[in-house]
């Protein structure tokens, strides 16, 4: 009976355990935090720098400082009165890269080519240790002198003397055709 009894309370515990963990109180208090994870509003324009899209979606620089700001009122001017360095900042406003930046290759084939170098030589030495501490020896059937011996009596017990390994022996010269 006090058996049954535990049984049931174990049950009602257990059942109470499950509803206070699956609120979302409790979720969040859990991680010791009530904010949930930054995530990237896809909604709002974004930049990047892509060959196939010239023109991003929003300028590099968001936030523009004094000198900014100054460069930008002189561009509504005319663009004759304005440096080739000034032409070069009010680029890197719109833009961060330039397309033989973009362009430019990238050393990233060394760490591929590198990790493949690391991956097969790791290879390498587990197949040299499997040959040298997990494997079997070599039967000695497999040596020449005992393969010698296979061949002569084969040959000797004339084995499949029409179209096999007997029909390509001289019986009579004692040497292959």
């Known amino acids: 009976m006090l058996h049954l009894t535990t049984g049931r309370v174990g049950c009602l ?10 609120s979302s109180g409790a979720r969040m208090s859990s991680h010791g935090h009530h904010e949930v994870s930054d995530s990237v509003d896809m909604s709002q324009p974004m930049y990047w720098d892509r060959l196939d899209t010239p023109l ?15 460069l930008k009122q002189k561009e509504k001017g005319p663009w004759t009165a304005l440096s ?12 961060n890269h ?5 362009k430019r290759p990238s050393h990233e084939w060394k760490t591929v080519i590198g990790g493949m170098f690391i ?6 030495l587990v197949v040299f240790w499997q040959c040298h501490y997990v494997y079997p020896p070599q039967p000695h059937t497999f040596g020449e002198e005992w393969q010698a011996k ?7 017990m004339r ?3 029409i179209e096999g390994f007997s029909a390509q022996w001289d019986y009579k010269n004692k040497q292959w055709k």
Do not use: C
């Open 13 to 22: 515990l257990s059942k109470q355990a499950v509803v206070a963990l699956t």
């Open 56 to 70: 991003p979606d929003r300028p590099w620089k968001d936030v523009l400082d004094s000198t900014d700001k100054s």
């Open 84 to 95: 080739k360095e000034e032409k070069i900042a009010l680029y890197r406003l719109k833009f």
């Open 98 to 102: 330039t397309y033989p930046e973009m």
């Open 119 to 124: 991956f097969f030589g790791i290879t390498g």
């Open 150 to 156: 296979q061949i002569q009596r084969m040959l000797d």
């Open 159 to 161: 084995i499949n003397p």
